[in-house]
């Protein structure tokens, strides 16, 4: 009798430490996903800057170009 019950009480013990793993494994998953979305937007964002910053830099140029072409002739 106490043999059955021990071996019970292993088993409940093995499913408490799996699925207390398994939480704790999805909980990292959920986080390691929401680190590399907050990086993919980050790099998003720094390259839509970096282009807006280049067509602005392109638009000066070209006018600043105009405005010396047109001093020398």
Do not use: C, P, Y
């Amino acid at each position: 009798m106490i043999h059955e019950n021990s071996s019970a009480i292993f088993a409940l013990i093995g499913v408490v430490v799996g699925a207390v793993f398994t939480g704790v494994m999805a909980i990292l998953r959920d986080h390691l996903n929401n680190k590399s979305k907050i990086r993919l937007e980050k790099m998003r964002l720094h390259d839509k800057e970096s282009r807006d910053a280049h067509k602005r830099l392109f638009v000066f140029s070209q006018k600043l170009s105009n405005k010396v072409w047109v001093k020398i002739t």
